[in-house]
């Protein structure tokens, strides 16, 4: 079975930058596409950011791009999302998500992943 555990969520202010956190607990990580996602209070889970199993493919979300990078440390089963130039309306619930399929190219379709953390908060005041 595989878990997922993000950490790195909190309160910081427009501007700040943060890094997120995603530890994959079961096998064959480095066979997963992974893929960062976010939900605000009365909104739809939204795609923010994938990667492909030995980081030769990434893709973002628009409104990020430029702000946000994906990254993953095979060695430490781990997926990362670093958030800077942070504004209000990236305050959400951030996922992370891993798609079980080897050799996957990164989605941005919640229905493509098979397993999901719990979330981080992340909220970012004006």
């Known amino acids: 079975q595989v878990q997922l555990v993000e950490s790195g969520g909190r309160l910081v202010q427009a501007g700040d930058s943060l890094r997120l956190s995603c530890r994959f607990y079961g096998r064959d990580f480095n066979m997963y596409a992974m893929g960062w996602f976010r939900q605000a209070p009365g909104k739809e889970r939204e795609f923010v950011a994938a990667?492909?199993?030995?980081?030769?493919?990434?893709t973002y979300l628009d409104s990020v791009k430029g702000r946000f990078t994906i990254s993953r440390d095979n060695a430490k089963n781990t997926v990362y999302l670093q958030m800077n130039s942070l504004k209000p309306e990236d305050t959400a619930v951030y996922y992370c998500a891993a798609r079980a399929v080897r050799g996957a190219r990164p989605s941005m379709y919640t229905d493509d992943y098979d397993y999901w953390g719990q979330g981080t908060q992340v909220t970012v005041s004006s």
């Open positions: 990667i492909n199993w030995n980081a030769g493919s990434i």
